[in-house]
């Protein structure tokens, strides 16, 4: 298997030491890059060399959803992976919704599972931006000019890969 980096950001020091030796033992093609904050977070990724980053939700200076919003401003094609304490729906939904490759709760036996989350993040993630480069033809059958107008400005303002051709009417 492929070496993954990844620039992992934990200010604790048990739970940083767990994940690495678990790591270590059972996904030794992820390389691990530790750091303890944000900042130090955003230092590392202005430096590149980075595949994905598996964040802490709570850090000394911010939380993961900082160093997520910092990737997707700054537009670097990197999946990232949060990790909690506590897992609630809405903290779930608000976090995938944010762009969150995947959102893993610190349970008892979390460990086993995060080497496939995180592989299973780098492949869904360089699958769907192959999908973004691919141009999709949409077919839009719409009779309302508006309604036409309208849909071909978002078009151009969210999918750019989207290729629309539109016609009046079906076939009868």
């Known amino acids: ?16 030491e767990l994940t690495t030796r678990h790591l270590a ?19 590392v990724l202005e430096g590149g060399g980075v595949d994905l980053v598996l964040s802490d ?16 401003t700054r ?12 897992g609630d729906v809405e903290s779930a939904v608000r976090l995938l919704k944010a762009g969150a490759a995947n959102y893993v709760v610190k349970r008892p036996g979390y ?13 869904w993630y360089a699958s769907s931006r192959e999908l973004r480069r691919a141009t999709v033809r949409v077919l839009y059958v719409e009779y309302e000019p508006a309604d036409i107008e309208l849909t071909r400005r978002a078009f151009q303002e969210h999918g750019r ?9 079906g076939r009868t």
């Open 1 to 16: 298997m492929d070496t993954i980096r990844v620039l992992y950001a934990e200010d604790d020091p048990t739970d940083r």
């Open 111 to 123: 460990l086993q599972t995060l080497p496939t989350v995180i592989t299973d993040a780098c492949r």
């Open 25 to 43: 033992r059972h996904a030794p093609h992820l390389k691990l890059e530790l750091v303890t904050t944000v900042a130090a977070a955003l230092d």
């Open 57 to 72: 939700f709570r850090l000394p200076d911010g939380t993961g959803l900082d160093v997520l919003e910092a990737v997707t």
């Open 75 to 86: 537009s670097l094609s990197l999946p990232v992976v949060l990790v909690t304490g506590s």
């Open 161 to 169: 890969h989207l290729e629309l051709e539109v016609v009046a009417r």
